[in-house]
């Protein structure tokens, strides 16, 4: 089973040193993290390698064992900073494509580099989170050979509807409005993945 969310523990646990430890990097900024509403900390599987990158830290032995999995599977991608939606959104993915994996990350930043490291089935982007950066980041994407077929989704809030003018509007090939049901998003999600994997295989 591959796991994308680390606790202090578990971190601290594969790099032989202390939750306290893990923490003070964290609270220093050494590592990205975010908390659940449960005010616990979780690390993101890439935010974890690039820090180990960074600092020349051989990866450990249970990190690499976390990625055993069928690497046929699908992932899929979201760059927002809502946890709940996140998790919501998870559950409905795991009901309809239960081998499905869900990468998530609270910045554009650090959502490119995970996508340098192996690029994703579908990406879901909240258009706030990236702001004035979103055309570019999309523009990114779909200029680069590797990723120009990546399937870039915008899950937007009502009150921030895509802008309509053709030259503003960002590379993407679907918009969805956060407010919809979140297994009516789910389902559309799927259909993509399906989609490309049906396209992937006829080629």
């Not at 869900?102 to 959502?111: E, I, K, P, R, T």
Request: proline share 8%; aromatic share 6%.
């Amino acid at each position: 089973m591959r796991l994308e969310q680390f606790s202090s523990f578990q971190i601290g646990k594969m790099l032989n040193v202390s939750r306290q430890a893990v923490n003070q990097w964290i609270d220093k900024g050494f590592i990205a993290s975010y908390r659940t509403p449960g005010g616990h900390r979780r690390v993101s599987r890439a935010d974890l390698l690039s820090f180990l990158h960074m600092r020349s830290i051989p990866v450990p032995e249970p990190l690499r064992a976390f990625d055993e999995g069928d690497p046929a599977a699908p992932t899929l991608m979201i760059v927002d900073d809502d946890v709940d939606f996140i998790l919501l959104l998870k559950n409905a993915l795991c009901t309809i494509l239960p081998q499905a994996r869900v990468l998530a990350f609270n910045h554009g930043y650090h959502a490119l580099m995970a996508i340098g490291a192996g690029c994703p089935d579908l990406l879901l982007l909240d258009p706030r989170l990236l702001g004035s950066e979103l055309a570019a980041f999309c523009d990114c994407l779909k200029n680069n050979p590797l990723t120009r077929q990546l399937p870039i989704v915008l899950v937007f809030e009502e009150e921030t509807p895509v802008p309509d003018k053709p030259r503003r509007r960002p590379a993407v090939d679907d918009a969805i409005p956060k407010a919809a049901p979140v297994m009516e998003i789910a389902e559309r999600i799927a259909d993509r993945l399906r989609h490309r994997e049906g396209a992937l295989i006829s080629n």
